[in-house]
């Protein structure tokens, strides 16, 4: 049996925790997910943050790049089968279609071409969040452990993984410009560095948070009202843009003799038919936020001199583009579109209902304001990726496509609002009346 003065002294002697252990948030601590060891089961050795961070940063956006690189030589053999050009030229054009992703824009025989494929930024950002979890994960025994946090001693962990996780993405950016970028496509540098310095610190951010642990923390602190108001917001506008995306399917599918048509007016064999629909997939959440304008009231253009909205449909000579069998006819649409008005506040009604559901408020006032509030924000958002979506898409007419984000949010702010207040509410007098 120990003596008590040896069982004190190795009590006083025993290691502090880390500030990942205290925090319940560790690598070695997560379910399902045992510390790794080093060898002859001595703990691994910690790898340097900026090292680990860094590398990060260049692997997301290196996996991004990698899948329109492929995607570029893809479409270079199923053109011609690799009978014109050489497979350099095919990775210049996978990497200017990523820089174009981020905002760049290209030069196309002297033509601006300013659309930004927002599939493309998508997959960026979901790469960016990806690597930036795993990080997190790694990083998540470093900075100050629990007692000296409470010794008042900052935690700049996230902060300078945040810093070097950018810095190794702005190097792939950079670099990619640099190698792609012709005299005559003259991708917009600024630009890209802009949109990379976007995705680092708002994806890989709280990525890195995320995966480290430091977010549930803070989570934790929040009050519940801002909790509540995100979930509002988060339900509210994906179930819109999942609302919009599905009108764009279907519009193409009641209408695909049209999109066949214009396949087959173009001329051309299985690979460029398959090159077409990559293309199609690319522009896929454009067209997506396009029908959330035209569901809103103020509709989009297709060109200058051209409106598509409930109230009226002008349209002019158009390129064959096949994702163009998506619009309405020209003319005077039926009255029935009208009624599409109210999708909307529908729809923000049933974001709202269900975060009551999931997260009840008791108060009719605090439930109808949090309703309204998460609505607003999401229309606050979708206004700021509708921004995105429009540009130059060619010489001409074509030099504006695409909606006014001005517009998206004078209509979608008080819409989705108005619903999100009252479904808030209904939802609020029918637990009170079961209960």
Known sequence: MTPPETSTLSSRTQRRPSGAAARGRGASSRPGRPGRGGRGGRPARQRPLPLVAGVAGVRAAGLSLVVCLVLGLLGWFLADAGLHGAPRDALRVGALGWLMGHGSGVQVENTPVTLVPLAVTLLAAWATWRRAVRAGEALAGHGPDADRLADGERDWTVAVASGCFTLGYLLVALVTDTVAATADTDPDTGRVVLVSLVLSLGVGLPGLAVGSGRAAVLAARLPDSVRGLVGVTRRVLGLWLALCTAVVLLAVATDFSTFANILSQLHVDA???????????????NAALWASAYLLGPGFVVGTGTVVSPAAVVLGALPMFPLLAALPDAGTPGAWQGGLLVLAPLVAGAGAALAQRRDPVPGVVDATLRGALGSVLAGLLLGLVTALS?????????????????DVLAHAVPALALGGAVGALVTLLLQRRRG
């Open 390 to 406: 429009g540009g130059a898409a060619g010489p001409g007419r074509m030099a504006e496509v695409g909606p006014s984000a001005v």
């Open 271 to 285: 690979g460029d038919v398959t090159a077409y629909l990559v293309v199609c997939l690319l522009l896929l959440p």
